[in-house]
T-cell receptor, first 115, second 112 residues
Framework: DTEVTQTPKHLVMGMTNKKSLKCEQHMGHRAMYWYKQKAKKPPELMFV???????INESVPSRFSPECPNSSLLNLHLHALQPEDSALYLC??????????????FGPGTRLTVL | SQQGEEDPQALSIQEGENATMNCSYK?????LQWYRQNSGRGLVHLILIRSNEREKHSGRLRVTLDTSKKSSSLLITASRAADTASYFC????????????FGTGTKLQVIP
């Protein structure tokens, strides 16, 4: 199974709402990632979790709060977002470790619209 | 920023022709990967080439890497309409394998 699943596929929320994006993988990967992708732009790294610990935070605003409750799940909690946060949010996973080059497997993404 | 730049930004070819996309980057890398993205969907990994490799093949794909010029190319031979997608190169940092930075992408259209 090389699948990364993301829910929901689409999300529309107001600026005062609180919502969560979910990501799941069952490949035994111990590194998981959140990316943000605006239209016609490349994905931009937001967070990296390695062995369920946050290892990289690319200076993301605190209105985005990641959580890795176990090795298979990754959440992104959203609160008080701005319209400019509307984008495709992609989750990915890969092997973890201190050496080697690890392919990232991506989910289909959540299309987020902030009104 | 280590973000790669891809050339061309857009490419339109007839089915059966070959498509070549180029990627340039700025700093030393551990590896370079190519991904495909169909419109508004997740990315699919195509091929990874390590910094000590010069060329790699996978089916109709051929990737080259020139670390002295900090550049890579992706060749898709005998293109098909199903190859229509955006293609991104992604560089893995030397010693920082978990951080992958994506290039600007090439939008490929294959006309049947």
């Amino acid at each position: 199974d090389t699948e990364v699943t993301q829910t929901p596929k689409h999300l529309v929320m107001g600026m005062t709402n609180k919502k969560s994006l979910k990501c799941e993988q069952h490949m035994g990967h111990r590194a998981m990632y959140w990316y943000k992708q605006k239209a016609k732009k490349p994905p931009e790294l937001m967070f990296v979790y390695s062995y369920e610990k946050l290892s990289i935070n690319e200076s993301v605003p605190s209105r985005f709060s990641p959580e890795c409750p176990n090795s298979s799940l990754l959440n992104l909690h959203l609160h008080a977002l701005q319209p400019e946060d509307s984008a495709l949010y992609l989750c990915a996973s890969s092997q973890a470790g201190t050496s080697g080059s690890h392919t990232q497997y991506f989910g289909p993404g959540t299309r987020l619209t902030v009104l | 920023s280590q973000q790669g730049e891809e050339d061309p930004q857009a490419l339109s070819i007839q089915e059966g022709e070959n498509a070549t996309m180029n990627c340039s980057y700025k700093t030393s890398i551990n590896n370079l990967q190519w991904y495909r993205q169909n419109s508004g969907r997740g990315l699919v990994h195509l091929i990874l080439i390590r910094s000590n490799e010069r060329e790699k093949h996978s089916g109709r794909l051929r990737v080259t890497l020139d670390t002295s010029k900090k550049s890579s190319s992706l060749l898709i031979t005998a293109s098909r309409a199903a190859d229509t997608a955006s293609y991104f190169c992604a560089t893995g940092l030397l010693g920082g394998y978990q951080k992958v930075t994506f290039g600007t992408g090439t939008k490929l259209q294959v006309i049947p």
